[in-house]
């Protein structure tokens, strides 16, 4: 600390000294670095699942967080039913679709497992739905068509985060367990 402030004296005097230079270079290395380590350990955390300790707690949790995002996208379609609607966003779309992946994922871990076919039915089918329901928002015509595909996707979601932590005490996987076809999934119902 004194030897700082030694060197910070003497460079007011005289600024050519070249050793000075060089502990003031390394000093300002030094605190670039730290901040470089900083802001990468920062870039890390962020890129972590929001406390997701299983796919089922990361598709509760997505559904979650994509359910304001897609209320207030339904409001704004409703609030004009007649009128050409505003364009799906492309993080929302993003979003969305990032749920729907991570909800067949998770009934591809289900049936791995040996859950029960109803469970992996169930996310499979919401993946499904959500693909079917982004592209008629997508689509949509009239702001009250749009509306209806964003509160079919909102129902969804809801179901999404009732039913995904029902899936987080499945047993491990067991060996040699037969796994269900994905055709044994009954037909998804029209809404």
């Given at each position: 600390?004194?030897?700082?402030f030694?060197?910070?004296?003497?460079?007011?005097?005289?600024?050519?000294?070249?050793?000075?230079?060089?502990?003031?270079?390394?000093?300002?290395?030094?605190?670039?670095?730290?901040?470089?380590?900083?802001?990468?350990?920062l870039?890390?955390?962020?890129g972590?699942?929001?406390?997701?300790?299983?796919?089922?707690?990361?598709?509760?949790?997505?559904?979650?967080?994509?359910?304001?995002?897609?209320?207030?996208?339904?409001?704004?379609?409703?609030a004009?039913p007649a009128?050409?609607?505003?364009?799906?966003?492309?993080?929302?779309?993003?979003?969305?679709?990032?749920?729907?992946?991570?909800?067949?994922?998770?009934?591809?871990?289900?049936?791995?497992?040996?859950?029960?076919?109803?469970?992996?039915?169930i996310?499979?089918?919401?993946?499904e739905?959500t693909?079917?329901?982004?592209?008629?928002?997508?689509?949509?015509t009239?702001?009250?068509?749009?509306?209806?595909?964003?509160?079919r996707?909102?129902?969804?979601?809801?179901?999404?985060v009732?039913i995904?932590?029902?899936?987080?005490?499945?047993?491990?996987?067991k060996?040699?367990?037969?796994?269900?076809?994905?055709?044994?999934?009954?037909?998804?119902?029209?809404?």
């Open positions: 600390m004194c030897s700082c030694v060197h910070l004296a003497y460079a007011r005097w005289d600024t050519s000294h070249s050793d000075f230079r060089e502990g003031l270079t390394t000093v300002r290395q030094s605190w670039r670095m730290k901040r470089y380590a900083v802001l990468f350990s870039a890390l955390l962020t972590l699942p929001a406390s997701a300790d299983t796919l089922a707690d990361q598709v509760r949790a997505e559904a979650a967080r994509l359910l304001a995002q897609v209320n207030a996208a339904e409001a704004a379609a409703r004009q009128a050409k609607p505003q364009a799906v966003t492309t993080a929302l779309s993003a979003d969305l679709q990032r749920f729907g992946l991570a909800a067949s994922r998770l009934s591809v871990e289900i049936d791995r497992r040996g859950g029960p076919t109803d469970l992996r039915c996310f499979r089918g919401m993946a739905e693909d079917k329901q982004l592209a008629a928002a997508g689509g949509a009239t702001g009250a068509d749009q509306a209806k595909a964003y509160a996707l909102t129902d969804m979601l809801k179901d999404a009732e995904a932590p029902a899936v987080g005490g499945m047993p491990p996987v060996a040699g367990a037969a796994r269900a076809s994905a055709t044994q999934c009954p037909a998804l119902r029209q809404l």
